[in-house]
């Protein structure tokens, strides 16, 4: 008996090994550099995550993933090293803007294809990168702008704004910053009370907005507090209420920029008034551009994902349980 046991076993661990995928032989994989910006926020550790999903080895690819742990030179750095490894692709989301012109021409040079995804890099010359995959942060900001714009429609006497920014420089900040000041420009009653530097994280700004409201006189108002990312929102809302301040709609408007679950959560607790999403799960689009690339064709040189504007009233339980981050 025991040993048809063992016959059945062993048959039962066969049929599993012939149905098991098996990663492609190590010189087909594709290898990918990809040099993220670091772990700033939810945004951002839900945006690395979705990267190293779909580039893994049973997918076809090696992925080499480095974090720069928000510095330029680093990232400078690493797409020096994957030019070195001679990577097939480059995946870079570019802290800030400037200052990629020569890195990039050097990857150009070695015949390796840079993707940018999330940010853009402002480069004098197009060529330097192969297609961008990322959000469009203006008009991001604009859609917030807009909500704004009909939530105080009937408002009498000044609307007054405290501006937290994400880091100086990044495309997603420069895109949401200008938004906001054509709106206000546009505003005659609209007034911006103080932009301060959030830097994408819920401690700096927990930091400098309390520093902010400590300096206000007694009984000042604020009408809306524009965030330009979700962790800035967590920030401020910490320092205002500990200072006395009812956050939410009817109270001081908290908008924010991304949507991840823990802010959805607040929407729907009360506690912020808008969020404006901003896809992090970037990975299948950029797969999609690295397969059209294998294929021969020319990719698109920029992709959008689609995004949606959420308040309380689009916002269940259920959702919140089947946001993917
Ligand atoms: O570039 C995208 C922005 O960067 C996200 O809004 C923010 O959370 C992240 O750190």
Redesign the pocket.
Known sequence: MRRYIAILLALLVLAGCGTKTEPPPETDLIVIGMCQVGA??D??VANSESMKTVFTEENGYRLLFDDARQKQENQISAVRKFIQQQVDYIVLMPISETGWDSVLQEAKGAGIPVILV??MADVEDESLYAAHVGSNFLEEGRRAAAWMEETFREKAGPVRIIHIH?TLG???QLGRTTALEEAVAAHEDWELLAQLDGD?TQAKTYEVMTDHLSALSEGETIDVVYCE???IAFGAIQALEERGYTCGPGGVEIIT??ATRGALAECLEGRISLAVE?DPLLGPLVEEVIQAMEAGQVPAKHQYPEEQLFTAADLSEALLAERAY
Do not use: L, V
Request: aromatic share 18%; glycine share 6%; net charge negative.
């Open positions: 700033e926020s945004w951002r999330d940010r994400g990044s495309t997603a994408f990312n979700d962790n920029f991304d901003c």
